[in-house]
């Protein structure tokens, strides 16, 4: 004689039965949301792309780059000192041109009155082009000084403007690496989505447990009942 089984189930879940068709809703729901190769990648708008593109182009501008480029190279030189006094190009042309200028007219002057080329022409006019060049000398300086602090000060403005090409393109460049791994990653986020909303509905639904018990065979419980009326 052999055994048997003996088995029970229980059922766990809402006893409200409007719940109970909720629940079914939302599984079916589920179900139809669900598709194949489906993903949740969402393509960037043709304003998002544009806008990027734009980015792009004003940060590959070159007479940006090259005027920030030439600024550098001209302020540097003068916050190095190398425009201080006299090494002052645009100064030092200026005051050739005016020692020129006075000693013609000096020269012109005293030629009209018979004494060109004398010895007090010759005296005169140095010592006046000499206090006339000492006094712009002086004042040269101290606006090169000035000049030089302000190149100085400009400089790191100067850095800085030049980085923002490189700012954009990197910021671009984040945006558009954003886009290519959510669409590289669409359809694993999509089964997530799925998996996460399966999750949700099965807590709601509840459960189902059966249990499975072994009976003893006949004659085991017939020769129980004989010892029992021993």
């Given at each position: 004689m052999g055994s048997s089984t003996n088995k029970s189930t229980q059922t766990s879940g809402p006893s409200n039965p409007a719940?109970?068709?909720?629940?079914?809703?939302?599984a079916n729901g589920i179900s139809n949301y669900y598709q194949p190769g489906g993903t949740a990648y969402v393509a960037p708008?043709?304003?998002?792309?544009?806008?990027?593109?734009?980015?792009?182009?004003?940060?590959?501008?070159?007479?940006?780059?090259?005027?920030?480029?030439?600024a550098i190279n001209s302020y540097g030189n003068r916050a190095a000192g190398n425009e201080l006094g006299m090494n002052d190009p645009g100064y030092a042309a200026l005051r050739a041109r005016i020692a020129n200028d006075t000693m013609s007219a000096v020269n012109k002057n005293?030629?009209?009155?018979?004494?060109?080329?004398?010895?007090?022409?010759?005296?005169?006019?140095?010592?006046?082009?000499?206090?006339?060049l000492a006094g712009m000398d002086y004042k040269q300086y101290g606006d090169s000084?000035?000049?030089?602090?302000?190149?100085?000060?400009?400089?790191?403005?100067?850095?800085?403007?030049?980085?923002?090409?490189?700012?954009?393109?990197?910021?671009?460049?984040?945006?558009m690496d954003a886009n290519n791994a959510a669409q590289q990653n669409g359809q694993l986020n999509y089964l997530q989505n799925v998996t996460g909303l399966i999750s949700g509905a099965a807590g709601a639904g509840g459960t189902t447990t059966t249990t499975s018990t072994p009976t003893a065979p006949l004659w085991q419980t017939l020769l129980g009942l004989?010892?029992?009326a021993l």
């Open positions: 719940l109970n068709s909720t629940v079914t809703k939302l708008s043709a304003t998002t792309t544009g806008g990027w593109q734009a980015s792009l182009n004003a940060a590959n501008n070159p007479a940006f780059n090259s005027g920030v480029s030439g005293f030629n009209n009155s018979g004494m060109f080329g004398s010895f007090s022409n010759q005296r005169n006019a140095a010592e006046g082009l000499a206090n006339a000084l000035d000049r030089q602090t302000q190149a100085a000060t400009l400089l790191p403005q100067l850095f800085s403007a030049a980085q923002l090409p490189a700012s954009i393109q990197q910021s671009v460049g984040a945006s004989g010892l029992q």
